[in-house]
Nanobody, 126 residues
Framework: QVQLVESGGGLVQPGGSLRLSCTLS????????MGWFRQAPGKEREFVAA????????NHADSVKGRFTISRHNADFTIYLQMNSLKPEDTAVYYC???????????????????WGQGTQVTVSS
């Protein structure tokens, strides 16, 4: 069993910053690719960023490049999403996800991800 627990969402003004965290707990060893997706009301779930098990491979959606950064701390199986220069269109529920793979080229499609967290709300509004 794999569990993912997110934290760090909230309400922030446009131009502000937030940092999301996600911790993975598993009864089986990895390695695991981990990533972030988001879903706004009435829209499909979309890829935000992902990182390989050893942090050598990362991918960020074009819509967040230069503003969001994914990172990883393997000692406690935690990933982070540092979100800067937030815009109202970043408002969504953000989900942490993972799949088991040692490849450093990370996937961006939701169906490849086997495990999902419950999500954390991010609202960007003045």
């Amino acid at each position: 069993q794999v569990q993912l627990v997110e934290s760090g969402g909230g309400l922030v003004q446009p131009g502000g910053s937030l940092r999301l965290s996600c911790t993975l707990s598993a009864q089986t060893f990895g390695p695991y690719v981990m990533g972030w997706f988001r879903q706004a009301p009435g829209k499909e779930r979309e890829f935000v960023a992902a990182i390989s098990y050893d942090s050598s491979g990362t991918n960020h959606a074009d819509s967040v490049k230069g503003r969001f950064t994914i990172s990883r701390h393997n000692a406690d199986f935690t990933i982070y999403l540092q979100m800067n220069s937030l815009k109202p269109e970043d408002t969504a529920v953000y989900y942490c996800a993972a799949y088991k793979d040692a490849n450093t080229v990370v996937h961006t499609t939701p169906r490849r991800y086997e495990y999902w967290g419950q999500g954390t709300q991010v609202t960007v509004s003045s």
